[in-house]
Protein backbone atom coordinates (compact mmCIF):
# COMPACT_ATOMS: atom_id res chain seq x y z
CA UNK A 1 0.00 0.00 0.00
CA UNK A 2 1.17 3.84 -0.97
CA UNK A 3 -0.01 6.58 1.14
CA UNK A 4 -0.93 9.89 -0.80
CA UNK A 5 -1.12 13.22 1.06
CA UNK A 6 -1.00 16.18 -1.52
CA UNK A 7 -0.63 19.82 0.02
CA UNK A 8 0.05 23.23 -1.40
CA UNK A 9 -3.12 24.64 -3.15
CA UNK A 10 -4.77 27.33 -2.27
CA UNK A 11 -6.28 30.81 -4.07
CA UNK A 12 -3.92 32.58 -6.56
CA UNK A 13 -4.21 35.59 -9.47
CA UNK A 14 -4.48 34.65 -12.94
CA UNK A 15 -0.94 34.55 -13.91
CA UNK A 16 0.20 33.53 -10.71
CA UNK A 17 2.02 30.40 -9.14
CA UNK A 18 1.41 27.76 -7.01
CA UNK A 19 3.73 24.42 -6.21
CA UNK A 20 2.08 21.64 -5.34
CA UNK A 21 3.46 18.60 -3.48
CA UNK A 22 2.76 15.16 -2.79
CA UNK A 23 4.22 13.03 0.01
CA UNK A 24 4.09 9.41 -0.20
CA UNK A 25 4.23 6.79 2.57
CA UNK A 26 3.76 3.09 3.22
CA UNK A 27 5.85 1.44 0.50
CA UNK A 28 8.36 3.52 -1.09
CA UNK A 29 6.70 5.05 -4.30
CA UNK A 30 9.57 3.45 -6.31
CA UNK A 31 9.71 2.37 -9.05
CA UNK A 32 5.58 3.81 -10.01
CA UNK A 33 5.23 6.04 -12.22
CA UNK A 34 3.60 9.50 -10.68
CA UNK A 35 0.98 11.76 -12.11
CA UNK A 36 -0.97 14.46 -11.56
CA UNK A 37 -5.04 14.66 -12.22
CA UNK A 38 -7.18 17.02 -11.50
CA UNK A 39 -11.15 17.43 -11.59
CA UNK A 40 -13.26 20.58 -12.03
CA UNK A 41 -16.74 20.96 -11.29
CA UNK A 42 -19.05 18.98 -13.14
CA UNK A 43 -16.71 17.77 -15.12
CA UNK A 44 -14.65 14.50 -15.37
CA UNK A 45 -11.13 14.02 -13.80
CA UNK A 46 -8.39 14.58 -16.41
CA UNK A 47 -4.41 14.46 -16.92
CA UNK A 48 -2.66 16.78 -16.37
CA UNK A 49 0.87 15.14 -16.55
CA UNK A 50 3.10 12.47 -15.19
CA UNK A 51 6.43 10.84 -14.99
CA UNK A 52 8.48 7.96 -15.07
CA UNK A 53 10.16 6.05 -12.19
CA UNK A 54 13.28 5.00 -14.12
CA UNK A 55 14.09 7.20 -16.99
CA UNK A 56 12.64 10.45 -15.74
CA UNK A 57 10.69 11.02 -18.73
CA UNK A 58 7.91 13.62 -18.80
CA UNK A 59 4.50 13.87 -20.30
CA UNK A 60 2.43 16.98 -20.53
CA UNK A 61 -1.56 17.32 -21.20
CA UNK A 62 -0.93 20.16 -23.99
CA UNK A 63 -3.71 22.90 -21.85
CA UNK A 64 -0.50 22.93 -19.14
CA UNK A 65 2.66 22.57 -21.47
CA UNK A 66 5.19 25.06 -21.04
CA UNK A 67 3.40 26.37 -17.78
CA UNK A 68 3.51 23.64 -15.66
CA UNK A 69 6.52 21.54 -14.43
CA UNK A 70 6.12 17.88 -12.84
CA UNK A 71 9.35 16.53 -10.35
CA UNK A 72 9.71 13.93 -7.91
CA UNK A 73 12.46 13.47 -5.32
CA UNK A 74 12.64 9.86 -4.32
CA UNK A 75 14.88 10.30 -1.78
CA UNK A 76 12.54 12.26 -0.13
CA UNK A 77 8.91 9.66 -1.44
CA UNK A 78 7.87 13.54 -2.56
CA UNK A 79 6.26 14.58 -5.97
CA UNK A 80 5.91 18.06 -6.97
CA UNK A 81 4.55 20.07 -9.61
CA UNK A 82 5.10 23.66 -10.16
CA UNK A 83 2.08 25.76 -11.99
CA UNK A 84 2.88 29.18 -13.45
CA UNK A 85 1.28 31.48 -15.28
CA UNK A 86 -2.12 29.59 -13.60
CA UNK A 87 -5.42 30.28 -15.78
CA UNK A 88 -8.58 30.39 -14.42
CA UNK A 89 -9.44 27.22 -16.56
CA UNK A 90 -6.76 25.72 -14.42
CA UNK A 91 -8.95 25.95 -11.17
CA UNK A 92 -9.70 22.37 -10.51
CA UNK A 93 -8.83 19.94 -6.91
CA UNK A 94 -5.47 18.32 -8.09
CA UNK A 95 -4.64 14.73 -7.28
CA UNK A 96 -1.51 12.84 -7.34
CA UNK A 97 -1.27 9.37 -8.33
CA UNK A 98 0.99 6.34 -8.36
CA UNK A 99 0.78 3.40 -10.34
CA UNK A 100 2.73 0.82 -12.61
CA UNK A 101 2.30 2.34 -15.77
CA UNK A 102 3.56 5.64 -17.22
CA UNK A 103 0.16 6.55 -18.73
CA UNK A 104 -2.38 9.31 -18.76
CA UNK A 105 -5.38 7.41 -17.61
CA UNK A 106 -6.52 7.68 -14.46
CA UNK A 107 -7.13 3.44 -14.65
CA UNK A 108 -3.91 3.09 -14.84
CA UNK A 109 -2.98 4.60 -11.43
CA UNK A 110 -3.77 2.43 -8.45
CA UNK A 111 -3.10 4.81 -5.85
CA UNK A 112 -4.17 8.35 -5.01
CA UNK A 113 -4.36 11.24 -2.54
CA UNK A 114 -7.13 12.49 -1.48
CA UNK A 115 -6.45 16.02 -3.30
CA UNK A 116 -5.74 19.90 -2.73
CA UNK A 117 -7.90 22.52 -3.97
CA UNK A 118 -6.56 25.41 -6.57
CA UNK A 119 -8.65 28.02 -7.74
CA UNK A 120 -6.87 30.38 -9.64
CA UNK A 121 -9.41 34.41 -10.60
CA UNK A 122 -9.33 36.17 -12.76
Known amino acids: QVQLVESGGGLVRAGGSLRLSCAAS????????MGWFRQAPGKEREFVCAIAWGSGSTWYADSVKGRFTISRDNSKNTLYLQMNSLLPEDTAVYYCAAGPSFSARPKAYDYWGQGTQVTVSS
Open 26 to 33: GRTFSPYA
